[in-house]
């Protein structure tokens, strides 16, 4: 929880000082006034929250794997929402890759043996997320700004109350304060890059861009964290990987499409 807080908090602080020097606090405050963009934005902080709580709980009790796992639903989730909700189209090839990431997700959760709720509530929570910010359609640092400060209140009294009682971890040590801090900035920027992404690229294509993340995270539990994989993991996510390289041959040739497009008009 100290952790969450602690991102929340001071991702709102980098948020301000770059709209301080981009001159848009007027602006950004405004925005906070209407209440249409004030109660997505307040749903979006509620959905960004579930998502920090549970990879950072994930994480820290030996579940590298299985957050690996969400981010890899995540797609799916994503890509259903554009397809339903937005009514985007996809190409063949990208139907190919859904299908092999869906079979995928399938093999993992059978290996698994159980609901992998860890895994289903990153996805839902992100993929949401990414919906609500498509919708709203605002520029990305206004909208992670005021996310953050509508949160503070419930972040910021936490930290409070932990450093009141002398339980907080911030300034214990230096590097650990530095870690604490940083989690601001090294949360902030991915974050307003994917809210900039939702603005300027087909949901589909955001979906599909997604396994990139769980791929490192898989990464990560595999070869450092030293995490389970029996071998019909190992085929669950070699299958995902599959999918991987269809949407890279799709991305190629829709690169090529487009350029030939333009080159001609």
């Known amino acids: 929880m100290e952790i969450v807080s602690h991102r929340a908090v001071w991702s709102l602080f980098f948020c301000l000082v770059a709209l301080g020097i981009a001159k848009q606090l007027k ?13 997505r934005l307040l749903l979006a902080a509620g959905l960004i929250s579930v998502n920090w709580l549970v990879y950072i709980w994930g994480v820290n009790n030996e579940h590298v794997v299985e ?35 869906a079979l995928g997700v399938i093999v993992l959760t059978i290996d698994y043996g159980r609901l992998p709720w860890i895994a289903l509530a990153l996805a839902f929570s992100w993929g949401s997320y990414g919906l609500v910010k498509k919708q709203l359609n605002l520029g990305a640092l206004e909208g992670l700004a005021i996310e953050t400060l509508l949160s503070l209140p419930f972040y910021g009294g936490y930290l409070i109350y932990i450093g009141l009682n002398g339980t907080g971890q911030l300034g214990s ?16 920027i991915p974050l307003l890059l994917f809210n900039g992404s939702t603005t300027r690229l087909p949901f589909t294509i955001i979906g599909l861009l997604q396994y990139i993340t769980p791929t490192i995270q898989f990464s990560i539990g595999v070869w450092v964290r030293h995490e389970d994989m029996p071998t019909a993991r190992w085929v669950g996510f070699m299958i995902i990987w599959a999918a ?13 499409t487009v350029n030939n497009s333009v080159a001609q008009g």
Do not use: C, H
């Open 67 to 101: 957050t690996a796992l969400g981010y890899y639903i995540n797609p799916l989730i994503i890509i259903a929402f554009g397809v339903i909700m937005l009514r985007e189209k996809m190409r063949k090839l990208q139907w190919t890759a859904v299908s092999f990431g």
């Open 27 to 39: 602006s950004t405050y405004a925005l906070l006034k209407n209440p249409r963009v004030f109660f």
């Open 173 to 188: 040590s230096i590097g650990l304060s530095i870690l604490l801090i940083g989690a601001g900035v090294v949360t902030a």
């Open 244 to 256: 991987l390289i269809t949407l890279a041959v799709d991305l190629l040739k829709s690169g090529r």
